[in-house]
């Protein structure tokens, strides 16, 4: 199903823009294949969120998280069934652990500040298939980053919702050691890939 897509998609693409040469075209189908990932992935783990009475929780998960990577990137899976394990866990595991666990405001505070600090750091970290050669686009990420992230630290003062505040504290941190460079030394990935490439402002 995913080749039959894929080809198809490439089929379209080409015969739009016949003046695309193997590289665009590479790039174009990396980027169809990460949504086609992407979209196929979260259905199946919304699916199982539904089955285990955790749909809305994940849900809340899922656009909290994914609205600051946006910005903040990290690493990527080497093997798309290394990503589908992660997501799995990540995505249905966190939701548990914001409906069940219950952090004081100490914890939140000291992973709100550990959060925070990092992406001043690190923010953005982006991948070998997708570096950020631009420096003004690093810039640019970073300050859309610590913008997200105060707004996730205003809602968090604002709200009562315990789970809201756990949702907040454990997006933030899980972020945080997804753009880390220690995390990327510890899956053998490479860090800083813009390094590679001419120094472009």
Request: net charge positive.
């Amino acid at each position: 199903m995913k080749q039959y897509i894929m080809n198809h998609a490439m089929h379209v693409v080409k015969n739009n823009y016949p003046d695309y040469n193997q590289d665009k075209l590479d790039e174009i189908r990396y980027g169809l294949e990460g949504i086609y990932l992407s979209i196929t992935k979260t259905i199946v783990i919304l699916l199982a969120t539904l089955f285990l009475g955790i749909f809305k929780e994940a849900v809340i998960v899922l656009l909290f998280f994914n609205f600051l990577r946006m910005f903040a990137f990290g690493l990527h899976a080497k093997e798309s069934w290394q990503c589908w394990i992660s997501s799995s866990i990540i995505f249905i595991g966190i939701p548990y652990i914001c409906i069940y666990c219950d952090f004081n405001n100490i914890i939140h505070y000291i992973l709100l500040g550990i959060s925070i600090l990092t992406y001043i750091i690190y923010a953005p970290s982006d991948t070998v298939k997708r570096p950020l050669i631009k420096k003004h686009r690093r810039i640019k990420f970073k300050i859309l980053t610590l913008l997200v992230s105060t707004i996730y630290i205003i809602i968090f003062f604002k709200t009562n919702d315990a789970f809201l505040k756990n949702v907040i504290a454990a997006t933030m941190l899980l972020e945080a050691v997804l753009i880390h460079p220690l995390t990327y030394r510890m899956f053998n990935l490479p860090y800083k890939n813009y390094e590679g490439y001419v120094i472009s402002k």
